[in-house]
């Protein structure tokens, strides 16, 4: 009896665990599925914050524009050279990621989507066709040490493209490691390129519309409105969402068609009266091995995203450091300002006055050019240009040097623009033809407008005044004054002109209850001169306003944020409130 009793207890405790088994989940399983849903999602949104934070943080503006300038200056073979770049990156197995974004942030979500979709499936198919005639031994042992290989490979033999598909969409496979690993499957070339190139689309639309949204951020040559970033945003996180539920999707396919054969067809052998294929053990082993690999891959997601979070957070609050020990990379070269020359009164003073003329006809008190006018008066520009050619640089003194070098810059940057005339930005004149064209003549020397810049006047003159005096032809630089700068006269010019830029919010805006200041970009791009002369930006700046110079001394310590810089022509036409 007591033997009998024994056996019901341990056949009832059998039926127990079969119904637990066969049954509704349990509520801790559950709970665990809505917890890893939950930190999934989470550590997919601070990732992408975290992406958008270092974006900010760094000067990228002034790499995309190197990256631009480089681009521009090939023409058509811009897009083509960046998409040749895609395919030798994915053959080489370099990730492509920062291609994808970079493609999105200069050419936009059109073309960069082209481009990043013909580049990676042209390496994919180089790829798979290495493997398959070039490299198959050196690509086999690559596929031994893959636990799924072999899954896969019986997969595609019999569902063919329908599971490239899915591992396309699937994260289970590195994208360039499956490019090989296919050559070695028995599916056709041109099905698995139609597969890939498809399959292909929604991860590269991400990270297109990533690095558009990104360059948009950091590019912006205009403040955008609140309904643009609003649309932005919510388009990314469309995009996410759409991704991420496809991902999910092709996941759980791939799980129901590529399978270990130690997991399928195991009642194959079993008695037909055991009633089932897989024993309650045996199903709560699988479910828990797919629980122990689907926590295993949100630990490692959620660890990216504290490791990025982390590295965001320290590239935020270092930017500064960062950005001075990138100076000079991408942007301005960095000098050691010095005072070159002695002031000489005695010596021979230059001649502006033909330039002279010319700014007070046809440039008003704020700055805007009626280049159309001027257009009509082009030979009294070549003929002042023309003499300033002659005069002998080392025969005039120190003040007489730095006005005629200011003037020779901007009175080439004038006659650029008339010799493109009509053009709505100076960015639109070819980078060999602008600031790098080695072809003005002032003094007897051949400089380009950059070696005027940064080789004649920055090294040799300790004065960052300059940077508001020097004129780009566009919006967001300093206005040209409407007359020409004299050597008697150019500190006092000098002066009133870093004095207006300073008064008018397109250039410099403070406000003392938020303590926060926003400067030009200028400040950014010439950090190290400004630090040079008075320690940093800051105070630098607070020399031209009283409201900035009172929050310093009150202790206060706002941290420059940059306005927006408006390449747009400093045309009449243009005129707009500074």
Known sequence: MENTDQALSGQGHEATHITRGAGEPQPEKVLSER?????????????????????????????????KNWIAELGFWGPVVLTLM??????????????????GAIFGLGIGMVIVSIGSTIGASLAFLIARYGARDRVAQMAQGNRHFGAIDRAIGEGGWKIVALLRLSPALPFNLQNYLYGLTPVPFWPYVLTSWIAMMPGTFLYVYLGHVTGAAIGADRERSIAEWAMLGVGLLATVVVTVYVTRLANRKLKEQVDEPAEIG????????????ESPDEELATSQSKSETSIGSTIRLAAIAIVLVGVAAYVRIHASEIE???????GPPSVQMTEAYVTNPSGTSVDHSALDGLLHTHVDDAGWVDYAGMKTRER?????????SHVSFEKIGRDEKL????????AATLKLILENWPVDSIKDIPESQRWDAERWIIGGNTWSLNQIEHEQIRPNFAEPRIHFALV????????????AYQGEQIDEQLQQQTEYVHRHATWFQFESDETRLRLTQLYKWYRGDFEQADGSMTKFA????????????AGQSPTPDWLPYDWQLNAIKNKQPR
């Open 542 to 553: 607070a020399k031209y306003s009283s409201e900035l110079r009172k929050a310093l001394g």
């Open 35 to 67: 917890v890893v849903t939950v930190v999934r999602g989470v550590s997919v949104l601070l990732i992408l914050a975290a992406i958008l934070t270092i974006f900010r943080s760094l000067p990228f503006d002034q790499v995309m524009a190197a990256m």
């Open 380 to 388: 009294e520009l070549d003929a002042y240009l023309d003499a300033i």
């Open 403 to 410: 006005a005629l070098l200011i003037n020779g810059y901007n």
């Open 266 to 277: 195991v009642s194959s052998n079993s008695d037909e009266s055991a009633g089932c294929d």
């Open 324 to 330: 001075r020990s990138l100076a000079g990379m991408f």
């Open 472 to 483: 780009c032809a566009a919006v967001g630089c300093p206005p040209l004054r409407n007359e």
């Open 86 to 103: 895609y395919v030798v990156a994915t053959v080489l197995f370099v990730p492509g990621t920062i291609l994808t974004l970079v493609a």
